[in-house]
């Protein structure tokens, strides 16, 4: 039966058959704790098959972690139009479905493993963080603006990770929180910076009256004894 499958098959369709094992495999385990023999396995080949498709175990694991990497960038990819909130919300809950449909593949990328791998994942930081300097509007921002949306990047990706281990909060609870946590930080730096003040007055500006940033807004004043939401 496995000899049958393996003659259907073409190359490429080999190749990404592999790199889903491996996926699966390197999420679980560092690469030096999976071994050739354990990828043939999983895929039901032999040990010589895979190595005429990957020349090694780690060139099998850096396919596996791109594939991972721009499937992952492209979901910051979203059209450039309504409140920034809203558009931020969108991405969050397209970053959410990737971890969760592809789980695996998503440990895999952010656990990195070796030098090639990290610098993928650093690809994809970047990637993110690109996009939201174009949904910003910014092309050159200042080292504190810079700053938080890197930050913000670090806490989305350990969020999504923490929620892959336990689930106890719900998704949409932490999509939602995430879009709030950029507000925050912006709203913090704003204090000590002009330029993110500036960004931040222009972003809350173009926010609907019920979106998530005035949903965060009013829950903060709720906080603040003698303040009008707060009673």
Same mark, same amino acid.
């Given at each position: 039966?496995?000899?049958?499958?393996?003659?259907?098959?073409?190359?490429?369709?080999?190749? #990404? #058959?592999?790199?889903?094992?491996? =996926?699966?495999?390197?999420?679980?385990?560092?690469?030096?704790?999976?071994?050739?023999?354990?990828?043939?396995?999983?895929? *039901?080949?032999?040990?010589?098959?895979?190595?005429?498709?990957? !020349?090694?175990?780690?060139?099998?694991?850096?396919?596996?972690?791109?594939?991972? &990497?721009?499937?992952?960038? &492209?979901?910051?990819?979203?059209?450039?139009?309504?409140?920034?909130? =809203?558009?931020? =919300? =969108?991405?969050?809950?397209?970053?959410?479905?990737?971890?969760?449909?592809? &789980?695996? *593949?998503?440990?895999?990328?952010?656990? *990195?493993?070796?030098?090639?791998?990290?610098?993928?994942?650093?690809?994809?930081?970047?990637? +993110?963080?690109? #996009?939201?300097?174009?949904?910003?509007?910014?092309?050159?921002?200042?080292?504190?603006?810079?700053?938080?949306?890197?930050?913000?990047? *670090?806490?989305?990706?350990?969020? +999504?990770?923490?929620?892959? +281990?336990?689930?106890?909060?719900?998704?949409?609870?932490?999509?939602?929180?995430?879009?709030?946590?950029?507000?925050?930080?912006?709203?913090?730096?704003?204090?000590?910076?002009?330029?993110?003040?500036?960004?931040?007055?222009?972003?809350?500006?173009?926010?609907?009256?019920?979106?998530?940033?005035?949903?965060?807004? +009013?829950?903060?004043?709720?906080?603040? !004894?003698?303040? &009008?939401?707060?009673?």
């Amino acid at each position: 039966m496995t000899t049958g499958v393996r003659r259907r098959m073409g190359v490429e369709e080999r190749r #990404q #058959q592999l790199i889903d094992v491996a =996926l699966k495999l390197f999420s679980d385990r560092p690469p030096e704790d999976v071994s050739i023999d354990d990828i043939a396995t999983a895929a *039901g080949i032999s040990r010589p098959l895979v190595y005429h498709y990957f !020349p090694g175990k780690y060139s099998l694991y850096e396919a596996a972690v791109r594939r991972a &990497a721009d499937e992952l960038s &492209a979901r910051f990819q979203v059209p450039r139009e309504g409140p920034f909130s =809203l558009r931020l =919300l =969108l991405v969050m809950g397209r970053y959410f479905d990737f971890a969760e449909e592809h &789980a695996p *593949g998503f440990s895999a990328l952010l656990r *990195g493993g070796s030098v090639r791998s990290e610098a993928v994942v650093e690809e994809v930081r970047q990637a +993110a963080y690109d #996009q939201l300097l174009a949904h910003l509007e910014l092309t050159d921002p200042g080292p504190r603006m810079s700053l938080v949306i890197r930050t913000w990047v *670090g806490v989305a990706e350990t969020t +999504a990770l923490s929620w892959l +281990a336990d689930r106890s909060i719900p998704r949409r609870e932490l999509e939602r929180q995430l879009v709030h946590d950029l507000l925050a930080l912006a709203a913090v730096t704003a204090a000590f910076d002009e330029e993110t003040a500036g960004v931040l007055r222009r972003v809350v500006e173009q926010e609907p009256a019920d979106g998530p940033f005035a949903e965060l807004v +009013a829950r903060l004043l709720a906080l603040v !004894p003698g303040s &009008a939401g707060g009673g």
